[in-house]
């Protein structure tokens, strides 16, 4: 509200601006009775070509140029016509006796003139006005879209992976292992991070990273062998943030298509670091011979690589290497 008052005050005072340079210029010439008279007429001339160009004509002809053109020629010649009959009947002259009027013809196209000049003004306002708010509409719809594709990758997590979870701590809480209380624990604190803190634009990386870590804690239940998981993270007790959810998409491929939970031979190795300007992460996993799919044709490296491009443009680094038995990602993201 107060955004548009503050509007509505620039757009009288740039008009009565107008007034008012007009005004001194006739006055020059002109007693004052008379400069008034003829600055007030010369204002609304400009003010009906503005208007009618930014209400009327460029909403709804703007599209189509050549009709617009036209349409907007025709406007300014007739309404020329009209303020040249109201000037010659009902404005009154100053006569200072020296000077002839000059012939109608000159009055006419001083109209088309200043007319013309009024409606350029008005269009490259119109259109400066249209191109913001284009900026403006295409800047939410890309904060929606950002947050659907956040929600999706969110809904990705694998239901199975939550009913393995809980059959595990069952087991465990059935054998009364010393390890239930804490696989609860982990599972609550995973749950709580990715359906509360990924609500927010950016979350801290050590929250990012006490995800992996429970992944990775829940993984190793899933199989009887001890996976061959590696982590080495060297960015423990760093206070920066990133955008949510950006890495567990790779490492939930990782797992996926190294079958590594049935093929004791399988790995998937990790490394976070930091440098001056950059994160950097890089995942590489086995891949079985008789793999019948990609690790890199499945949604979610599509979404996240989107996310990059909107979230940090130009200011990412995203690389797939995809050999006969291995598939590694990097991701360096500038900080």
């Known amino acids: 509200m107060m955004m548009f ?51 009327y004509l460029f909403p709804k002809y703007y599209e189509n140029s050549r009709k ?14 009209v303020f040249l009959l109201i000037d010659i009947y009902f404005i009154p002259h100053y006569e200072d006796g020296k000077h002839d009027l000059p012939p109608v013809f000159f009055h006419y196209f001083r109209f088309v003139f200043t007319l013309g000049f009024s409606f350029l003004v008005s269009a490259a306002v119109s259109f400066t006005e249209k191109t913001n708010k284009l900026r403006e509409n295409e800047k939410v719809l890309m904060e929606e879209k950002l947050e659907t594709e956040l929600k999706l990758l969110k809904a990705q997590i694998n239901p199975h992976f939550i009913f393995n979870a809980l059959n595990n701590i069952y087991s465990l809480s059935y054998m ?90 399988a790995f998937v190795n990790m490394k976070i670091s930091k440098d001056e300007t950059n994160i950097h992460f890089t995942i590489e996993n086995s891949v079985p ?22 979230i940090y443009p130009e200011k990412h680094s995203f690389k797939v290497k995809e050999a006969e038995e291995k598939f590694k990602v990097t991701l360096s993201l500038e900080i």
């Open 5 to 55: 008052k503050k509007r509505v005050w620039l757009i009288i005072l740039g008009w009565f601006l107008l007034f008012v340079f007009i005004f001194n210029m006739l006055n020059y010439f002109q007693p004052w009775n008379y400069a008034i008279v003829k600055a007030t007429f010369e204002v609304s001339i400009i003010m009906v070509m503005y208007f009618i160009n930014s209400h």
């Open 289 to 310: 011979k008789l793999s019948k799919s990609s690790p890199g044709s499945g949604l979610g490296i599509a979404n996240v690589e989107h996310r990059l491009n909107i």
């Open 176 to 265: 009364q292992s010393q390890k239930a209380p804490d696989s609860i624990l982990k599972l609550s604190e995973m749950l709580r991070y990715v359906f509360y803190d990924c609500s927010k634009d950016r979350v801290p990386l050590s929250a990012e990273m006490k995800y992996v870590e429970n992944f990775i804690s829940f993984q190793q239940m899933k199989s009887d062998h001890k996976q061959n998981i590696i982590l080495e993270s060297s960015v423990d007790g760093l206070s920066f943030e990133v955008a949510p959810m950006l890495m567990i998409p790779f490492i939930e491929n990782a797992f996926k298509y190294s079958r590594i939970e049935e093929i004791e031979e």
């Open 68 to 81: 617009y053109l036209y349409i907007s020629v025709i406007t300014i010649l007739s309404i020329a016509f």
